[in-house]
């Protein structure tokens, strides 16, 4: 309970939160555009 705590209330728990969000977007982006791009040259 603490770690969550400290996850959503502190600065660098916020920052974890908001990196961990912002790479998880990124990878379902460029797993799309990957996809895409295999799916236009056939």
Partial sequence: ???LLDLFST???LMSVGVIVFMLL???FFLR???HK???NE
């Fill in 33 to 35: 555009m990957f996809v």
């Fill in 26 to 28: 990124m990878a379902a």
């Fill in 11 to 13: 600065d660098y728990g």
């Fill in 1 to 3: 309970m603490k770690m």
């Fill in 38 to 40: 295999m799916n236009a």
